[in-house]
């Protein structure tokens, strides 16, 4: 079978900076940071999982990250706020990444293009066409994108299988104990 390679792109509202950061220490963190001597990040290690980890290349305004599979995101600052990621990898690992949880996804800006097409185009229009490839067949890989799909404002849910999970409306809250807790 023929490899299709897959690039996407979309804009989040964070810079670099501020992406680095939250993945190092945002809420729920979920990356260990490894710096080299000149204090530049180089590895992400996940915690609890250490061999599933992420290079990182640091560049004046840009992150280059490499999977420990292979796939490549670039975050590039826009001018003003914001960064621009390419992402160079099947659709099924964009949907289940967890690299980036916390990016704050920017409304309709999700493009797909794979090696089969001229240039990049609306995601639903890259979703048909690879819909159309695989001769209507459903990738039991996709079923893994709900949580990631979320993210993404809900843009791929026609070509995802129906979800046969618990949706919540909103997420558990962790129970207080001890003098802070809630009577």
Not at 38 to 61: C, D, H, M, T, Y
Not at 92 to 97: E, F, G, H, K, S
């Amino acid at each position: 079978m023929k490899k299709i390679e897959s690039f996407f792109k979309f804009e989040i509202s964070q810079t670099t900076k501020v992406l680095l950061y939250k993945i190092s220490k945002g809420d729920g963190r979920r990356w260990n940071v490894e710096y080299d001597e000149g204090g530049k990040p180089v590895l992400l290690r996940e915690i609890g999982n250490p061999e599933n980890f992420v290079q990182i290349k640091a560049l004046p305004s840009a992150l280059h990250f490499t999977t420990v599979r292979g796939y490549v995101y670039l975050v590039e600052d826009k001018k003003g706020d914001g960064a621009n990621v390419t992402f160079n990898g099947p659709v099924n690992a964009l949907l289940t990444q967890s690299l980036m949880p916390r990016m704050t996804y920017i409304r309709q800006t999700l493009v797909g293009m794979s090696s089969d097409m001229e240039d990049y185009a609306p995601i639903a229009e890259f979703m048909a066409k690879r819909e159309e490839r695989h001769n209507g067949e459903v990738n039991p890989q996709d079923k893994h994108g709900w949580r990631v799909n979320m993210k993404f404002d809900n843009e791929l849910v026609p070509w995802l299988p129906p979800f046969d999970g618990e949706m919540r409306s909103k997420p558990k809250k962790k129970q207080r104990a001890g003098k802070f807790a809630r009577k």
